[in-house]
């Protein structure tokens, strides 16, 4: 953890966890960061902007209207200056202006014109963390890129007990240090990630799909932002949280993602399809609740559903890396390299989903990566390490 010269806004609102925020900006002024601070009127209720000034050696913010001590620390300097804006704690407040895009004071006015990445550590009673107007602001705040630790669970200071608690400042520092110290040899890629599994309606309540969680997808999705790269991901149905600081866009049936990837691919650089996507859907979907006859079977009539796959490849444009997913049961290798040609794809990750710790709803997997040069075995490894091996290999394919 090396933070020397590194520079941190850290915004300080009114709530009781202010306090942990001076053991915060201590941490990071010891890991050699420079850190400006910025409280809001409700924050200096709490801790005395004075307290924020010795750890920080530097003029603590309070005022929009306040005449700086160096002018570089007018509210659009220290936009620019950020390299990441922490806001710590983050009360529902903040988190309703940002997402309005209100800017009626120092801090909230900072923020909007930041555009480094910024980093929310929520602390709130239980109640106003869980309710409607708060989870539709972190929900669009996610959406725009805004990351988020915490907040975590346990006695609150109201004496409620609850999610709700402020993350402590070595989690946020290790975050922080994650944010700034990650690869960026992605950076100006524009990169498009499929994940998670379709789902074909049969009626209002019932649909086909498969047990594809999601979690490949997303690895590959949290380490190309990791790495720098502008992300979007397409998805289905999946298990797991969708990943901090990437674009999103949500999908059910095959022809909503050939639709989505039609739309999508031609601004992209890369392409990793690893949703799980249903070959067939019902003919005719019904209107209404399929009602069983008692005693006589159900039969469904099943139509073929576009190949999303090979429409990417054959609408591809130049510059463009295309790779796929083969998730087979037998013969594998076989399957796959058929696939890579027949999709027009630069590499392909093949893997046995019957092998004991490879396939869905696992955190680990066994691949194959395969291109028109050859094939190269890994080992049983995280999806998050394997998601990093494909990335390193689409870039040696881009050289």
């Keep these: 953890m090396d933070l020397t010269g590194r520079k941190i806004v850290l915004g300080v609102t009114g709530g009781i966890a202010a306090y942990k925020s001076a053991e915060l900006v201590s941490r990071l002024r010891h890991l050699g960061a420079e850190v400006h601070v910025i409280m809001t009127r409700n924050a200096t209720e709490f801790v005395s902007p004075l307290t924020f000034q010795t750890l920080s050696a530097n003029q603590v913010v309070t005022d929009t209207f306040q005449a ?68 539709a602001n972190v929900k669009t705040l996610r959406e725009r890129g805004v990351l988020f630790i915490g907040p975590d669970s346990g006695m609150l200071a109201c004496g409620d007990e609850g999610a709700g608690r402020m993350s402590e400042p070595e989690a946020i520092a290790e975050e922080i240090c994650r944010i700034l110290n990650r690869a960026a040899d992605m950076a100006g890629l524009r990169v498009l990630v499929t994940a998670g599994a379709t789902r074909e309606r049969l009626d209002p309540v019932r649909f086909i799909t498969n047990d594809s969680s999601g979690k490949m997808g997303f690895a590959l999705a949290e380490a190309a932002r990791d790495r720098g790269a502008e992300v979007t991901v397409v998805c289905g149905s999946v298990s797991v949280p969708v990943p901090e600081g990437v674009r999103t866009v949500r999908i059910e049936s095959a022809q909503d993602l050939y639709d989505a990837m039609i739309r999508e691919a031609p601004e992209q650089d890369v392409i ?64 796959a390299v058929s696939k890579l040609k027949k999709k027009n794809l630069d590499m392909i990750v093949a893997n046995d989903v019957t092998a004991p710790g490879a396939g869905f709803n696992v955190d680990t997997n066994i691949a194959t990566l395969i291109t028109k040069e050859g094939s190269e075995a890994l080992p049983l490894q995280t999806k998050r390490q394997l998601a990093d091996v494909i990335l390193d290999r689409i870039l040696a394919l881009r050289t």
């Design 272 to 335: 990793i399809q690893a949703a799980a996507v249903c070959d067939y859907r019902v003919e005719k979907q019904s209107a209404t609740k399929i009602k069983k006859a008692e005693g006589q079977p159900l039969t469904l009539t099943l139509t073929e559903n576009p190949d999303v796959a090979m429409a990417v490849g054959r609408n591809r444009k130049k510059g463009q890396t295309l790779v796929g997913f083969a998730a087979e049961t037998d013969h594998v290798q076989k399957n």
């Design 68 to 135: 700086p001590e160096y002018w570089n620390v007018e509210h659009v300097a220290l936009a620019r200056l950020a390299e990441v804006f922490v806001i710590a704690p983050a009360t529902a407040n903040i988190l309703a202006k940002m997402a309005a895009g209100i800017a009626d004071d120092m801090l909230s006015t900072t923020v909007l014109a930041t555009k480094a990445p910024v980093l929310a550590a929520p602390a709130m009673n239980t109640g106003m963390w869980t309710a409607e107007a708060t989870r």
